[in-house]
């Protein structure tokens, strides 16, 4: 199984401060990675697909890359509506799975 | 607009089993590969199991292999999971989820609200 890490698991920011999550994977998935933000009582909503690809109507302040092992997604310019956990997820090999999360609060 | 609409979650006691439904709507059902996903309270997603759009490969998570059955009905824009032998590991909010291609290996691009599935005593 392959195995997400994710970094930091927690940061409080300030508004219009530029953030920057981390995402490793046990082993190489070449692209295959994906970014959902997560708000509290909704569900997950995709961001970013396939490391760097945008989603149509996704601010353009989120931003990913990376590939093989080591990925990031960035967001630039924080707003108050980024408070959410955000989850990377790995489709290149089954079982797919997620990281376990990075909370962001806004101070 | 896509919406998928998840029902049949529940209170059910361990050993039990319930079935959950996926109604989706807003694009064509036949050509999409579709997924279960849950999440346990304050946890993480965890992929539970992927069924393809003509339901030739149906994939399942090792945790669920055995007691979780995915179908689909193409006719009835409807996918299914069939849960027996619940266990309280089981209790988490479940959604239906779309991949945008036939196949399984994609991202997530559209989730439906979720139902809960609670396994207690």
């Known amino acids: 199984e392959i195995v997400l890490t994710q970094s930091p698991d927690f940061q409080s920011v300030t508004l219009k401060e530029k953030l920057t999550i981390t995402c490793r994977a046990s082993q190489s998935i070449g692209s295959r990675l994906h970014w959902y933000q997560q708000k509290p009582d909704q569900s997950p909503k995709l961001l970013i697909k396939?490391?760097?690809q945008s989603i149509s109507g996704v601010p353009s302040r989120f931003s990913g890359s990376g590939s093989g092992t080591d990925f990031t997604l960035t967001i630039n310019g924080l707003e108050a509506e980024d408070a959410a956990a955000y989850y990377c997820h790995q489709s290149d090999t089954l079982p797919f799975t997620f990281g376990p999360g990075t909370k962001v609060d806004i101070k | 607009e896509v919406q998928l609409v998840e029902s049949g979650g529940g209170l059910v006691k361990p050993g039990g089993s319930l079935r959950l439904s996926c109604s989706a709507s807003?694009?064509?059902?036949?050509?999409?590969?579709m997924a279960w996903v849950r999440q346990a309270p304050g946890k993480g997603p965890e992929w539970v199991s992927s069924i393809s759009h003509s339901s030739s490969f149906i994939f399942y998570a090792d945790a669920v292999k055995g007691r979780f059955t995915a179908s689909r009905d193409n006719a009835k824009n409807s996918i299914y999971l069939q849960m027996n032998s619940l266990s309280d590991g089981d209790t988490a909010v479940y959604y239906c989820?779309?991949?945008?291609?036939?196949?399984?290996?994609?991202?997530?691009?559209?989730w439906g609200q979720g139902t809960m599935v609670t396994v207690s005593s």
């Open positions: 396939f490391a760097s």
């Open positions: 807003g694009f064509t059902f036949n050509n999409y590969g």
């Open positions: 989820v779309r991949s945008p291609s036939s196949g399984v290996y994609d991202v997530f691009d559209n």
